[in-house]
């Protein structure tokens, strides 16, 4: 008797009982997934504007305005120079950097330059030097606001 039981509601039709299968892509999850990673990415997107890590000097000086990304020359403590991210011979600055400014709009452009703070003076001297020379008039030296006193 038990079998005929369990065997009873095969027997009457089979799929009428059942609803019928859900085709649709359920997307929740996925926005949930894309939501999550835009907020990793707007979080960790600061943090890599600068690849060449220096030992900044501090100063009680306020930081200035920008309206768009500037170039940025580096000088790390064994003396290479970096434009933005890649290291360039001090003898190619120039041009490139002249390259750069006719491409973005002319010799107004703002130039940072960073310098390790145990970097040897005569090196971001000749850097400056450099770029004084070209014509280049809007140099600014970066400095970290000075957090004691």
């Known amino acids: ?39 990793i990415f707007m979080v960790s997107a600061p943090l890599l504007t600068v690849g060449v890590p220096l030992d900044l000097p501090q100063t009680q000086a306020k930081s200035l305005d920008q309206d768009k990304n500037p170039l940025t020359l580096s000088v790390n403590l064994k003396g290479q120079v970096f434009l933005n991210d890649t290291e360039i011979a001090l003898d190619d600055l120039v041009p490139k950097l002249k390259a750069i400014t006719d491409a973005r709009g002319g010799a107004d452009e703002r130039i940072f330059v960073r310098g390790d703070k145990k970097v040897d003076y005569g090196a971001v001297m000749q850097v400056m030097g450099r770029l004084s020379a070209a014509g280049f008039r809007r140099v600014a030296l970066v400095t970290e606001v000075d957090q004691g006193s």
């Open 1 to 39: 008797m038990a079998m005929n039981v369990a065997s009873s509601s095969a027997g009457r039709g089979g799929r009428r009982g059942r609803k019928p299968v859900m085709a649709e892509i359920n997307v929740t999850p996925m926005v949930d997934v894309m939501l999550v990673l835009l907020i």
